[in-house]
Structure formats: structure tokens, C-alpha cells
């Protein structure tokens, strides 16, 4: 079985729009073809006709059984109409988790603003997810998306769920001891790369993850994920087959972990 915990439906590309349904069909022929069992969508910190809102993504992926959503709320721009929307999702349980896009936004995952969606989060026991690391844009800020900032978050809220997105990367050794350190914090595995791995690069990150398991332990704390359609599937998974783990540490990583993490009833994907 494998779970992908980072998708989107954005149109990264914006030369002309495209629809929530035709960006649903890419993902879904996607994931057939690369036997992926159920994937996890991420709403956007902004909201255009390139990047559907958190609403459109809930109504849009009704019905799939293989489908689920992660909203995304901006720093910026959130508001108490936000935060009762999100409320509702969650009570009903229309979404998975929350993610939040520090580097791309000026803030730093600790900040007092998020308070009362942190609170929401460990009363609902969903997961809230952090972009970390590099930026896809040149305009991101990376100093506020560096994993140790999340270590603060990690102690003030120890029932906290947190995932790490993308290990932090470049700062994969920084991400390893914050997940080392902090048992509710996981980190994924999404978006190392634009596009396809080629071999050079493969062979770097394969040895950083494996490191990074070797040092942090049996890996219950890493999430499969690719940041499709930025990430090709087929090249992930390629890469993951290539990691030299034993076939039950795989397993944890590619569907077990966020089975659990984000309460993904496997038996209905069968």
C-alpha cells in the first residue's frame, strides 16, 4: 500500500487555468498509474484561480474515497470567518490536518497569531504541517522556514501532532535531531525535487535519509510524500526502492505512519 501525505491541485505553471475537475483527473490517473492508494491534498496559503481555496478543495474531492484534504491557512490573511470554516471542517471531518507556509509567509511556527488554530488542532487530533527548508519561489524567506524553529513549537505544545514537510532539506541534519528530540514530531519526504531525481542526486539523498534513519531510529517518524505535481510519482517511488532499508521500515514510511498520523481508514481503500 502507499499513502502520499503532500499533494496538490495548484496550477504551478499559469500560463492558462486550469480546472479543480481536470487537475482531480491529472491526480487521480497519476496515482493510478503509480499504484498510490490514497493521497492527501494541501489547500494553498493564497487563494486565486491557479490555487483553489480550502472550501473548493472540500467540495471538489467529495466522494472519493482515496482522497483527502489538508487545509492551508496563510499567515497573513486568516480571519475569524477562517477560523469558524476550519472549525466546522473539523468537527465534520472534511480534513486530515492544517498546513501552514512559514518561508513563503514572514512568520515563525511559534508565533502567538496561531495560537487558537494549534488549540484546535490538538482538540480535533489532527496533524498540523510546516513547509521547511528551501522555497520553490525566489521571493520565499528561508530564514523562517528552517526546521529548529520548530523544536520551540514542539516543547510548548507537546500534544501538538507536527510534521515537517520536505525534512527540512537542506537542513536535513537539523530536522533529524528536532524529530530525534521531539516524539510528536514527524517529518515527510516530499518535494526534493523538481521534476524527476536524476542519478547523482538520487544517490545524494539517499544517503541523507538513510543517515537520517540511522541516527533518529526505526523510522516511525518519516512520512512518504512527493509534492506532486511538482515531484514526479514514478521518480519518487524509484527513489524510495532504492533506500536501503528492510521491507517492514518501507512500509512504516509509505502507508503505516500516516495511516495512523492522520487516521486513514485503510480497510475502505481495499
Not at 539517499?206 to 537520517?212: A, D, L, P, S, Y
Request: charged fraction near 25%.
Amino acid at each position: 500500500m502507499i499513502i502520499d501525505v503532500h499533494t496538490h491541485i495548484n496550477n504551478y505553471h499559469e500560463d492558462k487555468v486550469t480546472s479543480i475537475n481536470e487537475s482531480l483527473d491529472l491526480l487521480t490517473k497519476n496515482m493510478n498509474e503509480n499504484n498510490v492508494d490514497y493521497a492527501l491534498i494541501l489547500s494553498s496559503y493564497k487563494v486565486n484561480e491557479h490555487r483553489p481555496s480550502t472550501k473548493q478543495v472540500v467540495e471538489a474531492v467529495k466522494g472519493y474515497k482515496n482522497l483527502g484534504v489538508v487545509a492551508g491557512i496563510s499567515y497573513l490573511h486568516y480571519n475569524y470567518k477562517d477560523v469558524i470554516e476550519i472549525s466546522k471542517y473539523l468537527s465534520e471531518g472534511h480534513i486530515k490536518g492544517l498546513k501552514f507556509y512559514p518561508g513563503y509567509e514572514p512568520f515563525y511556527p511559534n508565533d502567538i497569531r496561531f495560537k487558537l488554530i494549534y488549540e484546535m488542532a490538538i482538540e480535533y487530533d489532527v496533524p498540523v504541517m510546516f513547509h521547511s527548508g528551501d522555497t520553490y519561489a525566489p521571493t520565499g524567506k528561508v530564514k523562517y522556514s528552517h526546521p529548529l524553529h520548530i523544536d520551540d513549537l514542539a516543547v510548548d505544545y507537546p500534544d501538538l501532532k507536527i510534521v515537517i514537510c520536505h525534512v527540512g532539506n537542506p537542513w536535513i541534519k537539523d530536522c533529524m535531531e528536532v524529530v530525534y528530540k521531539n516524539k510528536n514530531v514527524f517529518a515527510d519526504i516530499s518535494g526534493l525535487v523538481l521534476g524527476d531525481f536524476n542519478e547523482k542526486f538520487e544517490r545524494y539523498m539517499k544517503k541523507e535519509i538513510e543517515e537520517m534513519i540511522t541516527y533518529a531510529g526505526d523510522p516511525k517518524y518519516l512520512l512518504y510524500g512527493t509534492d506532486w505535481p511538482i515531484s514526479n510519482m514514478k521518480s519518487y517511488l524509484k527513489f524510495m526502492n532504492q533506500l536501503d532499508l528492510a521491507e517492514e521500515k518501507k512500509e512504516l514510511i509509505l502507508w503505516k505512519n500516516a495511516a495512523e498520523l492522520f487516521k486513514i481508514n485503510v480497510n475502505d481503500l481495499k
